[in-house]
């Protein structure tokens, strides 16, 4: 802890700040564009590339990550792990629900008896 | 002993200067008073379920009501009492001391997290009369979005009681980080700070999910988000899946702390440094963390996919590693210590005790096939009383009989105290233990019937909740005579090394007269000129 | 511009050693506050994602529904106005007061256009019947097309609310610009709304391609 004021916190030079927007307005017209072209199974994985750079674009310059303490690195990065340990373990469970342990369902021919989920009914007509 | 503001017990005086006040140490009291007061309603629900239970057939209450019990005690209990418990009571008032910190960081913040607190339990009461919740404190749809009863508003109070603990979380892990005196570094923490501190990481990272999931239920059954409706190729299990992803690391939240008051206790009444320090401080952090990987083993016997189940049931077992870090650590703390038997390392003993049954039984639930066969037993209902109230709720009263003196600045009654921790520890163990036995004979939980067999062992059961409210009739009375005839206490009745005993009794409305500079660790007891 | 003197000036609060130390914990406390929004944004992406996991294509469909020139004008919205945030702190360290002040009712007008778009968007919606499964009287091919706009609903809505949020505090924040109370050794609740403002940007750059570019 120092003694000092405020006056010793870092400014970042507005260079930084304007780069960042310019990238910014950049990355959105180019998803949008990169939108409009079909590229089957991976529309997906480039469209969230694009907005983790942008994502990565605003926490480190907008809100100053480049310039933060060790910890508020740890404390965000963490939060991310613990989103994807979320997401993991959920398709763990969901991406794997037709299945039956193979040791079981071939000598007694068992099938799962949980309904995979997506054989829900209509909507249509349920209204 | 000089006290430049006063002690903050009068300083100032009047009850508006209550109501506003942002000392850390008055808001930890009020807590306490709400959170005693939940405890009590969550207490007397479950009494009456015991009553109910204590013959086969209707006796007091339709099977409605019935259910409407169960859920309003299981609601209470955790969301009104046991999550607040330690935390926010005893966390909130000696957190700051033990750092030796004059406040927490947010002291506007805190009384914030106070009154959502109060504005969430109304929201949990006001729902007992709108029709209580039958549901069971878990809101498994579809169930619960298809009940007549008042699922929103109960929901609605604990979304906004989640508010409060994320509040408070906030708060403690800066006070942590940014608060610590001179001196005061990381691993020269009283272990009770540490284990507060992972109980906020795990109070800012799990409760927000807990939110944004009593949020989509809230929606579901009024405009529908069709995520947890089947007919719209929504998923109930997901349900399961989001409310435990909260709700499994939350019982860390309750224990947590527990293991916290346990380190002080310890080294305290055996006058011993803790073994292994920073084995115990780092097993807290490791619960945390692990405390995120285990919410499947809920969902077992739910539909959740085999594969899934394995790998839930091999990575709970992993909590009994930093678990049984603690507990052998604190024996081995207890070796050659000069033990004095004082109440509240009876309530540590107790906790060992409880706990470890809590714990073993864990071990037996995470086992796959054993789940499978337990589950939905009142086996399962021991278990978690074992540890939540064998181990939380018993580790609360330890720390409240242990600071006690520090707070109030009055003692209590040694043999009463005494008398009290056996009537508990008794009849905790009639009530629960029996359960464990009608959980292995196949007794379903969360029936108000059952089969004629059962009967002497359920007749038991309710017979050790009243030696159980009987002990805590008792302590009720001998803490309020202690309250205005108690003996003042002095600064340091127990001959503690931790900063709370250094300063005043009670404290100074700033905590400290002069910021203590430390330069020791928490716990060197036998060492000449130990701490500050 | 002008000089520091003219500024109100800062107390320390009591608890505090220095203004240092204030200042971090506030820091401290607003990350560890928007960790928890993560979180609490987080179940509703894992709900996105499992969703349109199981039906790709009811998400195709509906995402036809949408209008990308709207979400992208939008999401330009959001961008320009997180700019001008960090321009409006960035004016209250060098204390040029003024400049503060524009940057900030700058960032006001570009929220509530965001706003104004999505209220458009919203009353489309709601014409068309395009709505969470209870209120759902739309046409699709997709039985599940309701699911995807109970999840468009709970998490635009959601935002939105953010936003909203955000145009008080920005509002409270220019309150107190014009009392001249920021300045470079006191601008805690610019930096803090800042980031709060950064992370609702953060959510929408995802939440734009998530809904209104399924390719």
């Not at chain 2, 807590?31 to 007061?37: D, K, P, R, T």
């Not at chain 2, 947010?106 to 949990?124: E, Q």
């Not at chain 3, 961008?79 to 960090?86: G, L, N």
């Not at chain 3, 220019?174 to 950064?198: K, Q």
């Amino acid at each position: 802890m120092s003694q000092q004021g405020q006056h010793s916190h870092f400014i970042v030079p507005v260079k930084y700040y304007l780069r960042t927007f310019i990238a910014l307005l950049f990355l959105t017209v180019l998803t949008v564009v990169i939108a409009q072209f079909n590229f089957g199974a991976l529309n997906l994985p480039i469209a969230m590339l694009v907005a983790l750079v942008k994502a990565s674009l605003v926490l480190m310059i907008f809100m100053g990550m480049r310039w933060e303490k060790g910890f508020t690195f740890v404390l965000f990065i963490s939060s991310i792990l613990f989103f994807g340990i979320f997401i993991a373990l959920i398709f763990a469970d969901i991406d794997t629900r037709k299945q039956t342990d193979p040791l079981e369902a071939k000598p007694f021919g068992l099938v799962s008896p949980v309904r995979p989920i997506s054989s829900g009914n209509g909507a249509s007509e349920h209204h | 002993m000089s006290n430049e503001h006063g002690n903050y017990l009068t300083n100032p005086k009047g009850i508006w200067s209550w109501l506003t006040t942002v000392d850390h140490k008055r808001i930890g009291l009020m807590y306490l008073l709400f959170v005693a007061i939940s405890f009590a309603l969550g207490g007397i629900f479950a009494m009456l379920l015991r009553l109910e239970l204590f013959f086969p057939g209707q006796q007091f209450f339709t099977a409605k009501e019935y259910n409407q019990l169960f859920t309003l005690h299981g609601a209470v209990m955790v969301f009104l009492f046991i999550i607040p418990s330690i935390p926010a009571t005893l966390g909130n008032f000696f957190l700051p001391i033990m750092i030796g910190a004059k406040d927490v960081a947010f002291p506007k913040l805190n009384l914030a997290s106070l009154y959502i607190y109060v504005f969430g339990a109304i929201f949990c009461l006001a729902s007992i009369f709108l029709g209580a919740v039958d549901t069971g404190w878990t809101f498994y749809t579809p169930y619960s979005t298809t009940t007549d009863t008042s699922v929103v508003t109960m929901t609605m109070g604990a979304f906004i009681l989640g508010f409060s603990s994320i509040l408070t979380g906030v708060n403690f892990i800066v006070t942590i980080h940014k608060m610590r005196t001179k001196g005061m570094g990381w691993f020269r923490m009283p272990l009770f700070v540490w284990s507060l501190y992972a109980t906020a990481v795990i109070q800012v990272l799990a409760t927000p999910v807990l939110g944004i999931t009593l949020f989509l239920l809230i929606l579901e059954t009024t405009v529908g988000v069709g995520i947890f409706d089947p007919v719209l190729g929504g998923d109930p299990v997901l349900f399961q899946h989001f409310f435990w992803f909260y709700s499994h690391p939350a019982v860390y939240i309750m224990i947590l702390p527990a293991m916290g008051i346990m380190s002080e206790l310890v080294t305290t009444f055996c006058k011993r440094n803790i073994f292994g320090y920073r084995f115990v401080a780092y097993s807290s952090i490791a619960i945390a963390i692990i405390a995120f990987l285990v919410w499947g083993h809920h969902l077992f016997v739910s539909g959740q996919s085999d594969y899934a189940a394995m790998i839930f049931s091999l990575l709970t077992f992993l909590v009994g590693i930093p678990s049984g870090i603690k507990v052998f650590n604190w024996m081995a703390t207890m070796y050659q210590g000069s033990i004095e038997l004082k109440t509240p390392f009876l309530y540590f003993l107790s906790f060992i005790f409880l706990f470890s049954i809590g714990g073993f039984t864990g071990i037996m639930l995470a086992s796959l096939s054993l789940d499978v066969y337990f589950h939905d037993t009142y086996f399962v209902v021991a278990h978690f009383h074992y540890v939540m109230m064998g181990g939380t709720v018993i580790a609360f009263l330890g720390g409240l009989h242990y600071w006690w003196p520090k707070m109030f600045g009055k003692m209590y009654s040694e043999f009463w105290a005494r008398i009290a921790c056996l009537f508990i520890f008794v009849g905790f163990n009639m009530v629960f233990f029996t359960q464990f036995l009608l959980g292995a004979k196949g007794m379903p939980r969360r029936y108000y019937n059952y089969l004629d067999q059962f009967q002497p062992l359920h007749a038991f059961s309710t017979v050790g909740t009243w030696v159980l409210g009987a002990g805590f009739f008792i302590m009720l009375f001998y803490m309020l005579h202690s309250l205005f005839r108690g003996q003042r206490a002095p600064q340091n009745p127990w001959g503690g090394l931790t900063l709370e005993w250094q300063t005043s009794t009670p404290p100074s409305v700033h905590n400290f007269d002069e910021t203590p500079i430390v330069t020791g660790g928490p716990y060197d007891y036998g060492k000449e000129d130990a701490h500050v | 511009m002008s000089s520091s003197t003219e500024f109100v000036k800062h107390e320390v609060a009591h608890h505090f050693v220095d203004a240092e130390q204030e200042f971090d914990s506030a820091k401290l406390g607003m990350w560890t506050f928007l960790v928890q929004e993560l979180l609490f944004f987080s179940a509703l992406f894992v709900a996105y994602a499992i969703f349109r996991f199981l039906y790709p294509e009811m998400f195709f469909e509906a995402h036809k529904h949408l209008s990308w020139v709207m979400g992208g004008i939008n999401t330009l919205f959001l961008i320009t106005s997180s700019f001008t945030m960090v321009m409006a702190v960035r004016c209250a360290q060098t204390n040029q007061n003024r400049l503060t002040i524009i940057n900030l009712i700058l960032t006001l007008i570009f929220a509530c256009m965001f706003l104004v778009i999505k209220y458009f968007e919203y009353s489309e919606k709601f014409h068309h019947g395009l709505l969470p499964p209870a209120l759902f009287t739309g046409e699709g091919v997709a039985p599940q097309l309701p699911i995807f706009f109970g999840l468009y609903f709970a998490m635009t809505g959601l935002h939105g609310l953010h936003v909203l949020i955000g145009i008080g505090l920005i509002l409270w924040l220019i309150f107190r610009s014009v009392r001249r109370e920021f300045h470079a050794d006191y601008y805690t609740p610019l930096e803090m709304v800042g980031l709060y403002w950064h992370f609702v940007d953060l959510v929408w750059i995802f939440l734009f391609p998530l809904f209104y570019l399924i390719g």
